[in-house]
DNA sequence: CATGCCCCCTGCACGC
DNA sequence: TGCGTGCAGGGGGCAT
């Protein structure tokens, strides 16, 4: 479910909400996810209010009055769902008004109105931590993440940079958060599409002999950003509604050209290639060999 | 340091 | 219908 578009579809979609909110508790289900909760993670926010909610990489920062940030990451499953004040005005969690199996409703948060936000996230894979926003770049989750995809210090001269003397495949390069963050298998492969260069080349060809950044790097970076922009958007127009059980679902996917088409016909009108699917990186590689070189 | 591999966990689609 | 297999949008940790 989480890449950056989502994350920030996400981010999107709570800001307006919960701007403000103040929290008067929060309900632990279990002591861990994929680490153990931060110690003292319900006190520490109870009673706080959320100053503004941000966005890095493929985490969600809620920023509290004070400095504390609460830092979610949503793994692979990972869903946060804001239900508005039950009208009875009964503090009991209406299940049946929540997607998702109720007993991988993880944590839950309150608000002073009423509201609630509810974490749900099957394979457990995601996770919380609270921190000072003083510490957060040095923070061992950020403080090698590269530059965000859609901000103005990811160029080709960045790109290049980091590609040089790499041989590992451009795939698993972009992939890495340290190249930039933010990407997914999914974007990774929707973007070397549309830029025509094959998963498989090796990331030092984003260089020329001179250090410069290749033609090809120059095509790389704009069909990143509109990959991500296209898909904030669709997302945005059906992750709105967070109250949806399906809400979650059916929102860029039917926009893939690559990913998820496996034998099926390359969408490129010039071309008459199939689309191809490999592993690299323990992970599936959705391409067209004919187009993209 | 760079790279490749395994693992965490649950659900689901598929073939038999 | 039931069961086994493989796979899934992420990323930490370890061996090489």
Redesign the pocket.
Known sequence: ???LP?VETVKRALEPALTGAKITSVQLRRKNL?FPFPKNFQRRLQGRRIAHISRR??YLLITMTGGKVLVI?L???GRLTLSPPNKTGSKTKTHETLPG?P??DHVVFHFEQGAFLTYND????GFMDLVHTDELSAHR?FHALGPEPLGNSFNARHLARMATG????LK?FL?D?RTLAGL???YVCEALYRARLSPRRS?STLVTKRNTPAKRTDVLVPAIRDVLNEAIVAGGSSLKDFKKPDGA?GY??HAFDVYGREGRKCRRDTCNGTVARITQ????TFYCPRCQR
């Open positions: 479910m989480p890449e989502e994929r990489a493929k990451h793994g692979m499953s199996d007993r991988h099957p394979r457990r894979f989750l790499r041989k590992t495949d698993a992939l958060q997914g298998n999914i990331a679902l860029f996917q990186a323990g992970r599936s």
